[in-house]
C-alpha cells in the first residue's frame, strides 16, 4: 500500500488530454513539493515535472502540473503513442521522515 | 553528460549481504546528494536511502534501517549501498539516482537523472 494514492490504469486516445492524480495528507502533499516520473517500459524513471509545477529542460511542454490542498495533477495534452508509460508522483514526508512515491499509473494511449 | 552506471546486483541466498556500487561521471559528484532508489518486479518505485554529498548525513526507509548502509567515495566518484540480511522481499531492481538540488538532502528535491538500474534476487 503506497503512502500516496494514483489510479492504477488510465487511458485516452490520441491528441486527446489525460489527467493522473496523486492523492496525500497534510505530512506530504499538503506540506512538501511534488515531483512527477515517467518510466517507459524497461527503462529508468525519469524526471517529468518538479515542484509541483515546473517542467525541466527538454520536456515537452505538453505535459504540466498542479496542486491544491493534498492532491497533486498530472496533465498531459496532445496525447501520442509515445507517452505510453508508467508514472509516479513523490514527495517527502513529513511524518516518516522519508520521501515516498504513488503505486504509479499506466497510461495506455488507445 | 551526467551518467550514473549501477553494478553489483546478482543472486544471493536469505540473509546474505551484498554491496552494490554506482560509478558517476559527467558532473561535481561531492556536490551532490544522492539516493538509492528500488522497483520490485512489477510493482512501483520505492525510495531506500539517501546520502549528502559530504557523506555527513544519511536517510533511511524503515524498511531497510538497521540492515542497508549508504556511503559514498568521492575521490572514486562512487556511491554504494551495503545490504546486510538480506531478505526475499529486497528482490529488485536498484537504482541510483542524483539529487537536483545540491550538497545537502533536500526533502523535496528532485532526482535530476538516474542510472539504468542493478538487479538483486534474494532467493535460496
Redesign the interface.
Known amino acids: 500500500q503506497s503512502v500516496l494514492t494514483q489510479p492504477p490504469s488510465v487511458s485516452e486516445a490520441p491528441r486527446q488530454r489525460v489527467t493522473i492524480s496523486c492523492s496525500g495528507s497534510s505530512s506530504n502533499i499538503g506540506n512538501n513539493a511534488v515531483n512527477w516520473y515517467q518510466q517507459l517500459p524497461g527503462k529508468a524513471p525519469k524526471l517529468l515535472i518538479y515542484y509541483d509545477d515546473l517542467l525541466p529542460s527538454g520536456v515537452s511542454d505538453r505535459f504540466s502540473g498542479s496542486k491544491s490542498g493534498t492532491s497533486a495533477s498530472l496533465a498531459i495534452s496532445g496525447l501520442q503513442s509515445e507517452d505510453e508509460a508508467d508514472y509516479y508522483c513523490a514527495a517527502w514526508d513529513d511524518s516518516l521522515n522519508g520521501r515516498v512515491f504513488g503505486g504509479g499509473t499506466k497510461l495506455t494511449v488507445l | 553528460e551526467v551518467q550514473l552506471l549501477e553494478s553489483g546486483g546478482g543472486l544471493v541466498q536469505p540473509g546474505g549481504s551484498l554491496r552494490l556500487s554506482c560509478a558517476a561521471s559527467g558532473f561535481t559528484f561531492s556536490s551532490y546528494a544522492m ?1 538509492w ?1 528500488r522497483q520490485a518486479p512489477g510493482k ?4 531506500v536511502s ?1 546520502i549528502s554529498g559530504s557523506g555527513g548525513s544519511t ?4 524498511s531497510v534501517k538497521g540492515r542497508f548502509t549508504i556511503s559514498r567515495d568521492n575521490s572514486k566518484n562512487t556511491l554504494y549501498l551495503q545490504m546486510n540480511s538480506l531478505r526475499a522481499e529486497d528482490t529488485a531492481v536498484y ?1 541510483c539516482a542524483k539529487d ?1 538540488a545540491g550538497i545537502v538532502v533536500v ?2 528535491a ?3 537523472y ?4 542493478t538487479l538483486v534476487t534474494v532467493s535460496s
Open positions: 539516493s532508489v512501483g518505485l520505492e525510495w539517501a536517510y533511511y526507509a524503515d537504482y537536483q526533502p523535496a528532485p532526482w535530476d538516474w542510472g539504468q538500474g
